[in-house]
């Protein structure tokens, strides 16, 4: 550990959670140097739905490197660009009825928030964008001031401007309509408050706690942006590429974005990707008036041409279906025998556990570690037990994993 004691920046902050080297990984496990063996329910943050290793993508790539495919291309045409577009289309657009432009932007997340962000303020001439709370978009400045955690909010350095915070779907309750207040003011012309550019939320808040909207809410959401000409960004950064059981996130939800952020699992490796799907009218860019030295990332092109072969048909989503419905009854299991209250949200392979407590979830991250479990926290103050598997998780590893969750649970 020294080399990363002595020269890694104190940024550093998975690491402390599960500090071991790393080595090897395949589907959801991973050995350290010592080759002790470990069970993920991480997936990188949802990076890796696919698993580590995915045997049929890393194939994909080598025979792409071996012919001497380009790696590095910026915004420039290649073969790997075009195979997955076309693959992107006829695999997941078409068949769904949707009709986007794809925008390759930087290759994480926030540079895809970001992208949406200026577009949809350039479509429309206005600055304040409506954000959620317990919402997290990303740590760049713009994605940042849509953030809703403290912590990053300190960390930015200045203010973090242009953004009316309103609560999420059930932040105030059961039943209680938290769009309310924003439909008054806007319909009142001395309320102060002019209509945003954007309405920016995620349909689950991952990073902030599980916490799932309703499909009532969201089309309340995407009612009110239309009435008032502003657009609706989805962030389905981390809850997309099939982790719900669909697709998208929202598809079962009544509501059609104009701007959709999309990175973490669309890469298909773990390569990194950022795409803004964008309706083909709201596409106002000039060209190069948004740019990024690795829109061009040609091995995740590869990789994630090839993860999308896993959605040629329903197979693979229903057998996603099938396992979140199996994990779902155990944690509801876990929930009965715990000696602590636990509220259970989530759908697909996506799940939190809320313990009351950022220092009960920590001790259950803590304890599941020494049984080689890899499973991290979210939510406001780190109180909920983040699940997500890969969604490639074989059956026998996943019920390994929940076992092991479980010890961890009633250990407190």
Known sequence: MNVFERYESNVRGYCRTWPVVFDKALNAKQWDVDGNEYIDFFSGAGVLNFGHNNLKIRQAMIDYLESGGVTHSLDMYSRSKREFIERFVNVILKPRGLDYKLQFTGPTGT????????LARKVT???????????FHGMTLGALACTGNQKFHQAAGVELNNVIRVPFDGYLGDGVDTLEPLRRALQDTSSGITPPAAFILETIQAEGGINVAS??????VQQLAREHGSLLIVDDIQASVGRTGHYFSFENLGIEPDLICMAKGIGGYGTPMGVLLIKPELDVWEPGEHTGTFRGQNLSFV???????YFENDDFLAEVKRKGAITEERLVEMIERANVD?????????HGLDMVTGEKAAAVVASAFEQNLIIPTCGPNGRVVKVMPPLTIEDDVLEEGLARLEKAILSL
């Open 342 to 350: 636990i509220e259970l949200r989530g759908c697909g392979m996506m």
């Open 125 to 135: 001439g206005r600055r304040n964008v409506v954000a959620f709370t317990d919402g």
């Open 215 to 220: 499909k009532e809410w969201l089309q309340q």
């Open 111 to 118: 540079n895809v928030v970001e992208a949406a962000l200026k």
């Open 303 to 309: 990789a994630g041409a090839a993860a999308l072969d």
